[in-house]
Nanobody
Framework: EVQLVESGGGLVQAGGSQRLSCAAS????????VGWFRQAPGKELEGISF??????????FYEDSVEGRFTISTDSAKTTVYLQMTSLKPEDTANYYC??????????????????WGQGTQVTVSS
C-alpha cells in the first residue's frame, strides 16, 4: 500500500522559510509525478508545484503564486520529496498536501491526475 506522510508544517513569520517533506513508502515504481497542493480555509484546493521524477523527464512547474519562492526537490533515493518555501506570505497559510502518481508522461497540474495523497500538514504564516 502506497503511503505518503507529510511533515514540516508549523507557524512561521512572514518573510521566513519552511521546508515540507513528503515521505513515500510502499511503492515499487521508479518513475512518478509529484504535485504539491494547498487548501486555505474556505477556499478550493490549489495546485502550486508539480514535477516529473523520472529518467526521461525531470520537468517542474510552479504556479505564479509561488514561482521563484518555492522549490521541489527529492532525496537521492527519490522516496522523499521536499517543498522548500521561502519569502513566505500570510496568504501562503494553508493545509499543504503532496500527491503522486505512477507511470508519468510528464508532470500533472490537476488534482484528479494523482492516485495517492498524503494527510496534509498545516502551514501558518503570521504577519
Amino acid at each position: 500500500e502506497v503511503q505518503l506522510v507529510e511533515s514540516g508544517g508549523g507557524l512561521v513569520q512572514a518573510g521566513g522559510s519552511q521546508r515540507l517533506s513528503c515521505a513515500a513508502s510502499g511503492f515499487t515504481f521508479d518513475d512518478y509525478a509529484v504535485g504539491w497542493f494547498r487548501q486555505a480555509p474556505g477556499k478550493e484546493l490549489e495546485g502550486i508545484s508539480f514535477s516529473c521524477i523520472s529518467s526521461y523527464d525531470d520537468s517542474t512547474f510552479y504556479e505564479d503564486s509561488v514561482e521563484g519562492r518555492f522549490t521541489i526537490s527529492t532525496d537521492s533515493a527519490k522516496t522523499t520529496v521536499y517543498l522548500q518555501m521561502t519569502s513566505l506570505k500570510p496568504e501562503d497559510t494553508a493545509n499543504y498536501y503532496c500527491a503522486i502518481r505512477s507511470a508519468p508522461a510528464h508532470y500533472y497540474n490537476s488534482d484528479d491526475e494523482y492516485d495517492y495523497w498524503g494527510q496534509g500538514t498545516q502551514v501558518t504564516v503570521s504577519s
